[in-house]
């Protein structure tokens, strides 16, 4: 148990589906984060919130579009991806404010674009 | 921009084999540091970090780093690796108050029993 609950665990969608993927912390944090894992690349930062201001967007084709209703949950809106999207998407948290600190992860959400 | 280069993608090692796997970052000022474990089917999750202090960081299960400045290195050691220390392992940097880590590729570390 992380205290950072992601769902679903596995998605397959067709290239025209719009689906999303959401993101849940019960550790009074204030900051989320969404990475994308791909096989032998870095983890790449997606997007950050932060006191549920959007602070990051590090150049995320719009076919992704994320939303922070409160600072417990965080959504990442899925619409016409393409097979290289697929990837396992993580949710992360941290205390927030200046300094990132440590990240709590989900167990993430496996993503399979046909 | 900051950067992070894990020399090492596969490690194979023997039970109580020393393991020290490599860590550089590229950032010039003030960095937070850190390692996460993946382990088989599980959550990415923290070994150990160093924010200020004394350099050698003694994580848990046994883990420890040693953060040096004019290197820019923070290896991850362990002086005898058991099987259940099968995982996958990154290192991460936070500077400059920037959001979020930058996360190395990681190293597929296989012990055999």
């Known amino acids: 148990e992380t205290g950072v609950t992601q769902t679903p665990r596995h998605l397959v969608m067709g290239m025209t589906n719009k689906k999303s993927l959401k993101c849940e912390q019960h550790?009074?944090?204030?900051?989320m984060y969404w990475y994308k894992q791909s096989a032998k690349k870095p983890l790449e930062l997606m997007f950050v919130?932060?006191?549920?201001?959007?602070?990051e967007n590090n150049s995320v084709p719009s076919r992704f579009s994320p939303e922070c209703p409160n600072s417990s949950h965080l959504f990442l809106h899925l619409h016409t991806l393409q097979p290289e999207d697929s990837a396992l998407y993580l949710c992360?948290?941290?205390?927030?404010?200046?300094?990132?600190?440590?990240?709590?992860f989900g167990e993430g959400s496996r993503l399979t674009v046909l | 921009a900051q950067s992070v280069s894990q020399h090492n993608h596969h490690v194979i090692l023997s039970e109580a084999a020393s393991l020290e796997l490599g860590c550089n970052y590229s950032?010039?000022?003030?960095?937070?540091l850190f390692w996460y474990v993946q382990y088989p089917g599980q959550h990415l999750q923290l070994l150990l970090k160093?924010?200020?202090?004394?350099?050698l960081v003694k994580g848990i299960k046994g883990f420890e780093a040693e953060f040096i400045k004019s290197k820019f290195s923070f290896n991850l050691r362990k002086p005898s690796v058991q099987w259940s220390d099968t995982a996958e392992y990154f290192c991460?940097?936070?500077?400059?108050?920037?959001?979020?880590?930058?996360f190395g590729k990681g190293t597929h570390l296989i012990i055999q029993p």
């Open positions: 919130y932060n006191f549920k201001e959007q602070t």
């Open positions: 991460a940097v936070n500077g400059g108050g920037a959001d979020g880590l930058t």
């Open positions: 550790l009074g944090h204030n900051a």
């Open positions: 992360a948290s941290s205390p927030g404010g200046k300094n990132t600190g440590e990240l709590f």
């Open positions: 950032y010039g000022g003030t960095v937070n």
């Open positions: 160093y924010f200020s202090g004394d350099p």
